[in-house]
């Protein structure tokens, strides 16, 4: 029996206690009309009690012949009225009454909840389905799995079609008709829901009889179940959803998502001058992990069967099979980036059937209809193509089934949206990408190009290191044809190595993100490491520069708290800070990096503060420096030029350029070109002096300027305008255009980052030259093996679920993707991520461990007192 219902008849039993006091009072009074009513009443009680616990437990159970007993003890009050007090019919009543008490009570120890499941999206069933497979098994329990129907929103907010997944549920969970479970009557003791938004969802809305206010009203304990899981945190958006407020509990994922949820909750509450009205935080919101994470670690392949259409798109000729990779578009995405995310779907689709060793699984949003129909309605005709074309074409799997599980058991990796899919694949232990819809990328050809940001000429060559993998090139100045001259130990995604200089016949590389200072020997062909002492953040971004003067090489500082210097002959360091107090009195921005590169000048080099108006003098023959304090307060430069009278500083935001003489002191401030974008971190290159200009490069798409320094003019350089309006309608990446640029003899070289082209000006031909450098055909092998360790994630580097995720970028797309899944099919290096991901996981979430649907049961027990704590 239902605990609540032995709970009622408990209480029915002290209200005969008292009658029967009350009949004994009215009898001693001679009261006996009264006496004999309520003696009615009580027989008529008794006997509807003795149905109902008949009905539920059966004629022949205890508690039903008690009640039986007790009926006829009742019945025999008229007769014996005139004597009932002090007679053995009284003591009767009461040892029976006694009797009744102490079998209800036993009973109560074996009693059941009933518990009611308010499902409606069959592919969300997931999020309840550990609790109820719990809760079949545990005889405490009486389940009841009610799907519901559900309206789509029409574009002013009415009811549209409506929709029933009772029958799209799994075949092993038993249903019950929404039509003939009368929840008002029932009063189940628990109810789960994962629908939290009652009348506030504007693409679907579940039917009006099981919002969560209503269905408040009809138990005592309303329980809301996410049908998402996070990466991380919760967006705030989701804390105080009409379904949150009115649960009795939350189950979230994590304790850090439990605080998030109770601080907007308090602040909501706050806000609305409704403290206490929902309940206390600290006892609502509780952190007990998610039944969807129960779900994807014990979904396993050989669970599943798959349509013969898509076992021949899987399985190769020899009986193996092709990795394959779920590809997830969400509702959110798809409305917020409109014509975009239709692009990036027509990339992505290209991308794939390009490469027959990879197969994409589509699983769009099973709102995406509705919500562009409801919200984006100019979109809808583009996307309902976009998904005939993918079916039609027969390249992929197109997958509406409810079950995400199906998936996530049988593909090798996540590349989509941000979702609780790609938390899910990250549970099973499977690299995650996710999308930038900025990158869209039309050739395969692009993993083959060259990205580099610093450039030496050794007056034939060009010889860079590789800006995505630790590797050091030679590209031939009239083919521009890099090939590879080295592959340097250290892995990583990040930019290793910057600036290039040579010393004798051996060429030094600025450790960027690299530990070691690379250096190679030209003749030999070789490449040597040279530690240096990390500081205290470690080796990130420690120099961006490099000069080689007076016998040494100099590392310029980015991060790193000093300049370095590095003796050739010894491999001895040196290291020089005395500008570090100083400068830092004039920062501005003490978080900023300290330089770019250096400028030559004479025994000494001059450095450009990017944190401070300053300019630092380092000399090399008295290994000084002096600190000179340049153009207005707050102002931070990106770089020095020298047109052989002044020096130039570039803005690195909007501050003025400043033209300083360094013989006489004197300085000027120009006003720096509009080109958009104010917040923009780093407005403009390092500029460059060249053929009486100065050179400015924004980093935002614009215009390229330059300074006549005879009349300090500041006009658009129009030796670029061709190739501007040749690219205008090319879309940038992250923002930005120019990636570096360069003088080089009588030429600038600049790297335009929407295309991956080098560009080439020659100021005697007056000729511009644009062109993808593409690796030697002898390298593509090796440069695609070393661009997929270079992108592999680094497993130290990982500390939360996010960290371990790829990120989609102009240096990293879905085509090097593919190329980190197959890298990571003989990878050890991939084994160790895949293990701190999993670790990451089970940390950051509460009972990872498969366990989170039997501990959101068990919190239910012991509210009503069937499980101790």
């Given amino acids: 029996m239902r605990k609540r219902h032995l709970e009622q008849i408990l209480d029915l039993l002290k209200t005969f206690k008292e009658s029967h006091d009350e009949i004994k009072r009215l009898a001693s009074c001679g009261q006996m009309d009264r006496v004999l009513k309520m003696a009615s009443e009580c027989v008529e009680a008794a006997c509807e009690a003795r149905k109902f616990i008949s009905l539920a437990e059966g004629e022949e159970a205890k508690p039903s012949k008690l009640f039986e007993e007790f009926q006829r003890l009742l019945e025999r009050i008229p007769v014996q009225a005139n004597e009932i007090n002090g007679s053995t019919l009284s003591v009767e009543i009461s040892k029976k009454l006694l009797e009744m008490e102490k079998c209800l009570l036993s009973e109560l120890q074996d009693c059941k909840i009933e518990i009611a499941f308010i499902s409606y999206k069959a592919s969300m069933w997931d999020s309840f389905e550990s609790i109820w497979s719990a809760a079949q098994r545990d005889p405490s329990c009486d389940c009841h799995v009610i799907p519901v129907p559900y309206y789509d929103r029409l574009s002013g907010g009415a009811f549209g079609q409506l929709h029933y997944e009772g029958a799209e549920h799994p075949s092993y969970v038993p249903v019950t008709d929404w039509r003939t479970y009368n929840i008002k009557e029932r009063r189940p003791d628990v109810i789960f829901i994962n629908s939290p938004y009652d009348e506030g969802n504007y693409v679907t809305s579940i039917h009006p009889s099981f919002y969560s206010g209503r269905l408040k009203q009809f138990t005592e304990f309303l329980v809301y179940i996410p049908y998402f899981v996070c990466v991380d945190d919760v967006p705030e958006e989701f804390c105080a959803c009409a379904g949150v407020l009115n649960s009795d509990r939350v189950i979230v994922q994590s304790d850090a998502v439990r605080n998030t949820y109770m601080r907007v909750f308090r602040e909501f509450e706050k806000e609305c001058g409704c403290e206490g009205l929902f309940g206390d935080a600290e006892e609502k919101f509780i952190a007990l992990g998610s039944p969807k994470f129960d779900k994807a670690l014990i979904a396993r392949r050989q669970d599943y069967e798959l349509p013969d259409s898509w076992r021949k798109l899987i399985e190769k000729a020899d009986g193996s099979r092709k990795k394959i990779i779920l590809y997830n578009t969400t509702v959110s995405a798809l409305l917020k980036s409109g014509e975009k995310a239709l692009n990036k779907l027509r990339f992505v689709f290209e991308s794939f059937k390009k490469n027959q060793s990879f197969v994409i699984w589509w699983r769009p949003h099973p709102l995406n209809d509705a919500a562009c129909q409801s919200m984006r309605p100019h979109l809808l005709g583009?996307?309902?193509?976009?998904?005939?074309?993918?079916?039609?074409?027969?390249?992929?799997?197109?997958?509406?089934?409810?079950?995400?599980?199906?998936?996530?058991?049988?593909?090798?990796?996540?590349?989509?949206?941000?979702?609780?899919?790609?938390?899910?694949?990250?549970?099973?232990?499977?690299?995650?990408?996710?999308?930038?819809?900025?990158?869209?990328?039309?050739?395969?050809?692009?993993?083959?190009?060259?990205?580099?940001?610093?450039?030496?000429?050794?007056?034939?060559?060009?010889?860079?290191?590789?800006?995505?993998?630790?590797?050091?090139?030679?590209?031939?100045?009239?083919?521009?044809?890099?090939?590879?001259?080295?592959?340097?130990?250290?892995?990583?995604?990040?930019?290793?190595?910057?600036?290039?200089?040579?010393?004798?016949?051996?060429?030094?590389?600025?450790?960027?993100?690299?530990?070691?200072?690379?250096?190679?020997?030209?003749?030999?062909?070789?490449?040597?490491?040279?530690?240096?002492?990390?500081?205290?953040?470690?080796?990130?971004k420690s120099f961006s520069g490099a000069i080689a003067k007076g016998g040494g090489i100099y590392f310029i500082p980015y991060y790193y708290p000093a300049i370095m210097r590095l003796d050739p002959q010894t491999r001895q360091l040196s290291f020089f800070s005395d500008w570090l107090e100083p400068l830092k009195k004039l920062s501005s921005d003490a978080n900023d990096a300290y330089f770019l590169y250096p400028l030559d000048f004479g025994d000494s080099f001059l450095l450009a503060a990017c944190g401070a108006n300053a300019v630092v003098e380092f000399n090399v023959k008295t290994l000084a420096s002096a600190v000179y304090e340049l153009g207005p307060k707050g102002s931070q430069y990106n770089g020095i030029c020298f047109d052989g009278e002044n020096c130039w500083l570039t803005p690195r935001h909007f501050n003025p350029i400043v033209k300083w003489n360094p013989k006489t002191g004197t300085t000027k401030w120009i006003d720096p070109p509009s080109i958009g974008g104010n917040d923009d971190r780093f407005a403009f290159l390092p500029s460059i002096y060249c053929n009486g200009y100065i050179w400015l490069f924004p980093r935002l798409p614009n215009k390229v300027h330059k300074i006549d320094v005879r009349t300090d003019e500041l006009t658009v350089a129009e030796e670029f305008e061709s190739f501007e309006t040749a690219q205008e309608d090319v879309r940038a990446i992250n923002g930005k255009r120019y990636f570096f640029f360069q003088q080089i003899s009588?030429?600038?070289?600049?790297?335009?980052?929407?295309?991956?082209?080098?560009?080439?000006?020659?100021?005697?031909?007056?000729?511009?030259?644009?062109?993808?450098?593409?690796?030697?055909?002898?390298?593509?092998?090796?440069?695609?093996?070393?661009?997929?360790?270079?992108?592999?994630?680094?497993?130290?580097?990982?500390?939360?679920?996010?960290?371990?995720?790829?990120?989609?970028?102009?240096?990293?797309?879905?085509?090097?993707?593919?190329?980190?899944?197959?890298?990571?099919?003989?990878?050890?290096?991939?084994?160790?991520?895949?293990?701190?991901?999993?670790?990451i996981f089970r940390k950051n979430n509460c009972n990872s461990d498969g366990t989170a649907g039997t501990e959101i049961l068990n919190l239910c027990k012991r509210h009503f007192g069937l499980l101790r704590s």
């Fill in 382 to 540: 583009q996307y309902l193509e976009a998904v005939e074309s993918f079916k039609k074409d027969g390249f992929g799997i197109y997958d509406d089934q409810p079950d995400p599980h199906r998936a996530i058991a049988l593909s090798d990796a996540y590349f989509g949206d941000w979702s609780s899919l790609a938390a899910l694949f990250q549970c099973a232990g499977k690299p995650v990408m996710i999308q930038n819809f900025d990158v869209s990328f039309t050739s395969e050809d692009f993993r083959d190009i060259a990205i580099f940001a610093n450039l030496y000429d050794d007056g034939d060559n060009l010889w860079f290191c590789a800006e995505k993998f630790n590797a050091l090139f030679k590209m031939d100045k009239q083919s521009w044809t890099p090939k590879l001259m080295a592959e340097l130990p250290q892995r990583g995604g990040n930019p290793l190595n910057r600036q290039i200089v040579r010393y004798e016949g051996r060429l030094y590389s600025a450790p960027f993100w690299a530990d070691k200072i690379m250096e190679y020997d030209i003749e030999a062909a070789s490449a040597n490491m040279i530690s240096f002492p990390p500081f205290s953040s470690g080796s990130a």
């Fill in 746 to 839: 009588d030429s600038i070289y600049a790297y335009e980052d929407k295309t991956h082209k080098l560009v080439e000006f020659c100021f005697k031909t007056n000729k511009l030259r644009e062109q993808a450098p593409v690796y030697h055909k002898e390298d593509i092998g090796s440069v695609r093996t070393l661009r997929a360790q270079g992108f592999i994630l680094e497993a130290e580097s990982c500390q939360r679920d996010s960290d371990c995720y790829y990120r989609e970028s102009d240096g990293g797309s879905l085509l090097n993707f593919m190329d980190v899944i197959k890298e990571c099919s003989n990878s050890i290096r991939s084994e160790s991520l895949r293990k701190k991901e999993i670790e």
